[in-house]
């Protein structure tokens, strides 16, 4: 099993900034890619950003330019830092990774408890 924790979830007044982390943890896996979804209440649940093994970066629209998404691989951890935020980036927000476990050709996705972040003015 690989276990996916969440941290730097929080309350920030909009405009403000946040950094949230995921470290995984466990053994016999590699991770080919992590990254952080979100949902809001009502809503489905959205990509937020993600990095590949191979360092490719995808973001949401609404999210570049104010989002930056890096990763530790010694630490097999993803950050996420959070810029200029917006009412509407209130979500809980999810550790997402795709592994390789040891001795299996198969990918499989993990996904953390979630983080709420919450944007208010």
């Known amino acids: 099993q690989v276990q996916l924790v969440e941290s730097g979830g929080g309350f920030v007044q909009v405009g403000g900034s946040l950094r949230l982390s995921c470290a995984a943890s466990g053994s016999g896996f590699s991770i080919n890619l992590m990254g952080w979804y979100r949902q809001a209440p009502g809503k489905q649940r959205e990509l937020v950003a993600t990095?590949?093994?191979?360092?490719?970066?995808n973001y949401s629209d609404s999210v570049k330019g104010r989002f930056t998404i890096s990763r530790d691989n010694a630490k097999n951890t993803v950050y996420l830092q959070m810029n200029s935020l917006k009412a509407e980036d209130t979500a809980v927000y999810y550790c997402?990774?795709?592994?390789?476990?040891?001795?299996?050709?198969?990918?499989?996705?993990?996904w953390g408890q979630g983080t709420q972040v919450t944007v208010s003015s």
């Open positions: 990095v590949t093994s191979g360092a490719k970066i």
């Open positions: 997402y990774a795709v592994v390789v476990r040891r001795d299996s050709p198969y990918d499989y996705n993990y």
